[in-house]
């Protein structure tokens, strides 16, 4: 269905349900500030173009899109693709690349392939996601350093041997300002977990630098005065030689936005017990991609922490993201000023630690113990992103998706989860939905709905640890998942073993025959224990309440322990 959910959901909209999304909505545009300015100038242009991005992408994905909670944005995943961009093409360029890659997007959502999209082996999504994180990291020390290198090569390996022959320049006041960023960013979690490090980091060494006068290098100091509105709309140059050599980069724009909207909207799917209308994301996310640089904006896609911070600030309809939109564009009407007294070394310390969420150290880890034909691709993508060139990354890891995808089809062929995953729509009849089950205080549920569970079981796990502590009681229901592989076993123990390390109770709802048995085959069973296995979503929540010492409403028969008699 292409139909925005900000119109399906406008009629269950409440008073109550309101001043949750705006409270969420004005959290997130907070949280979303430092990011946008710092995004955009690790992508080789103003500050002001990554807040532009946020404004005006943030409010079209979240009018236009089909998921409830989706935050849209510029994101990490971009820098890499749209610095190349810019330094061989010119703004223009990015301006025609990025409004091509907006009509790709839209192509796709239109021709129904969002629902294909979400089939895109985690181990390419991986290695994609950390040469990025790489990538990223490596561009930052000329200003975590303050080095003062003016012009940084390319080249991976050229830029770290440029970096070590200028080691003896660093600045003392820039090293000082990033390290303590970066330390306050590591503690300030254990202080708050509602108000982002990253807001106080920049308020900290902005006032810091300002009032002792440090020689230090600020936005203002690089950029010169940034502008505190938004430029009238105008049109690139259009030139047909350059849209014939911008087809590929668009193109890479084009399928990462994709893969990153979805993926988002998939793990926010998880924590609110919904379903995305992926086609009509694509579209939203097009047309955001479309709209976004005509007003000077950089690309656009769907931004997982903002989004998981989004729901976990209470917002349940897209009026959160549209009010995430309007606070930053304020922000930037009555404060953008201020953005020129910000240090590029506190800024290049948020990179740092966005770049360290998007490494999925664990996930990579975790990957190297999966079947050789994982690794192989993971590898291959990774090294590729790194030394080489994340456009032939791309083309390279959506060949190798394609032939690890028919891999693992032809070992495990499951035709009612494809065919439930193709039709691309929220069941509202479902009876068995979350919506309609009281959830005790300290119990959260994660309901797993498609293929990309377990790579967004690890995203969801990271992002918790990023905006609020963990719950006392998780409920994971499996009711939708009937087989996992050696991939999805590997992902799910670090999973239960992070839970235990946080002092989070797992509770397995819905389990189907064969995901049982390859946790008894893998061990699994023992970590996570029979008796916090069961066959359905209020025997799970009993248990819960069993745990919590709250009355039990009294559960049906379960049927686990049945089901692991007839499979021995």
């Given at each position: 269905m292409l139909k925005?959910?900000?119109?399906?959901?406008?009629?269950?909209?409440?008073?109550?349900?309101?001043?949750?999304?705006?409270?969420?909505?004005?959290?997130?545009g907070i949280v979303?500030?430092?990011?946008?300015?710092?995004?955009?100038?690790?992508?080789?242009?103003?500050?002001?173009?990554?807040?532009?991005?946020?404004i005006i992408g943030g409010f079209i994905v979240s009018l236009f899109g089909g998921s409830r909670v989706q935050i849209g944005g510029p994101t990490g995943a971009f820098i890499i693709i749209v610095y190349g961009i810019v330094n061989q093409y010119g703004i223009n360029g990015l301006m025609i690349s990025t409004i091509?890659?907006?009509?790709?997007?839209?192509?796709?959502?239109?021709?129904?392939f969002g629902s294909i999209i979400k089939f895109i082996p985690y181990p390419v999504v991986v290695g994609f996601t950390s040469g990025i994180a790489v990538v990223i990291f490596t561009s930052q020390i000329n200003d975590l350093l303050g080095l003062n290198i003016q012009k940084v090569p390319a080249d991976f390996i050229e830029k770290w041997r440029v970096y070590f022959s200028n080691l003896s320049h660093f600045n003392y006041w820039a090293l000082i300002i990033g390290a303590g960023s970066l330390l306050i960013m590591g503690l300030w979690h254990k202080v708050s977990r509602k108000i982002p490090g990253s807001i106080i980091v920049i308020i900290l060494s902005t006032a810091i630098v300002s009032i002792f006068n440090l020689n230090v290098e600020t936005i203002g100091s690089r950029f010169g005065e940034i502008p505190n509105t938004i430029p009238m709309p105008s049109l690139p140059q259009f030139d047909f030689a350059l849209i014939k050599s911008l087809i590929t980069p668009a193109t890479t724009i084009a399928i990462l936005a994709a893969i990153e909207a979805l993926l988002s909207a998939v793990v926010s799917d998880g924590m609110i017990g919904g379903r995305h209308r992926s086609n009509m994301e694509l579209v939203a996310q097009g047309a955001a991609n479309i709209i976004s640089p005509l007003f000077g904006g950089i690309p656009v896609t769907g931004a997982i922490a903002r989004t998981a911070t989004n729901v976990k600030n209470g917002g349940r309809t897209p009026i959160a993201g549209v009010v995430h939109a309007i606070v930053l564009l304020?922000?930037?009407?009555?404060?953008?000023?201020?953005?020129?007294?910000?240090?590029?070394?506190?800024?290049?310390?948020?990179?740092?630690?966005?770049?360290?969420?998007?490494?999925?150290?664990?996930?990579?880890?975790?990957?190297?113990?999966?079947?050789?034909?994982?690794?192989?691709?993971?590898?291959?993508?990774?090294?590729l992103t790194v030394i080489?060139?994340?456009?032939?990354?791309?083309?390279?890891?959506?060949v190798l998706a394609v032939l690890l995808f028919m891999r693992r089809m032809s070992e495990v062929t499951n035709v009612g989860i494809i065919t439930r995953e193709l039709k691309d729509e929220e069941d509202t009849n479902d009876p068995n939905s979350i919506?309609?089950?009281?959830?005790?205080?300290?119990?959260?549920?994660?309901?797993?709905?498609?293929?990309?569970?377990?790579?967004?079981?690890?995203?969801?796990?990271?992002?918790?640890?990023?905006?609020?502590?963990?719950?006392?009681?998780?409920?994971?229901?499996?009711?939708?998942?009937?087989?996992?592989?050696?991939?999805?076993?590997?992902?799910?123990?670090?999973?239960?073993?992070?839970?235990?390390?946080?002092?989070t109770?797992?509770?397995?709802?819905?389990?189907?025959?064969?995901?049982?048995?390859?946790?008894?085959?893998?061990?699994?069973?023992?970590?996570?224990?029979?008796?916090?296995?069961?066959?359905?979503?209020?025997d799970a929540l009993d248990k819960a309440r069993e745990i919590l010492n709250l009355p039990i409403k009294g559960r049906p028969e379960e049927f686990i322990p049945s089901v692991k008699r007839e499979l021995k």
């Open positions: 925005p959910k900000f119109f399906t959901t406008l009629k269950t909209v409440t008073k109550e349900s309101l001043l949750k999304d705006v409270s969420a909505g004005f959290i997130v979303a500030l430092p990011l946008a300015i710092a995004f955009g100038i690790a992508s080789g242009v103003t500050p002001d173009r990554g807040i532009i991005t946020a091509m890659a907006g009509i790709i997007l839209m192509i796709m959502g239109f021709a129904r304020l922000i930037l009407l009555f404060f953008g000023k201020l953005a020129n007294l910000i240090p590029m070394a506190s800024l290049a310390a948020i990179l740092v630690v966005v770049s360290y969420n998007m490494s999925e150290w664990r996930s990579f880890k975790n990957l190297l113990s999966s079947p050789k034909s994982d690794v192989i691709v993971l590898l291959t993508t990774f090294f080489f060139d994340l456009t032939i990354a791309i083309q390279v890891g959506m919506t309609t089950r009281e959830i005790p205080e300290g119990v959260e549920v994660f309901e797993i709905n498609g293929p990309f569970f377990f790579g967004a079981a690890s995203k969801f796990k990271d992002a918790m640890r990023e905006v609020e502590k963990p719950p006392k009681i998780r409920i994971v229901r499996m009711r939708n998942v009937n087989v996992i592989d050696a991939t999805g076993l590997h992902t799910f123990k670090e999973f239960l073993d992070e839970s235990r390390k946080d002092g109770h797992i509770i397995l709802s819905g389990v189907h025959a064969q995901p049982i048995f390859a946790f008894e085959q893998s061990g699994l069973v023992k970590l996570i224990g029979d008796e916090n296995m069961f066959g359905n979503i209020d």
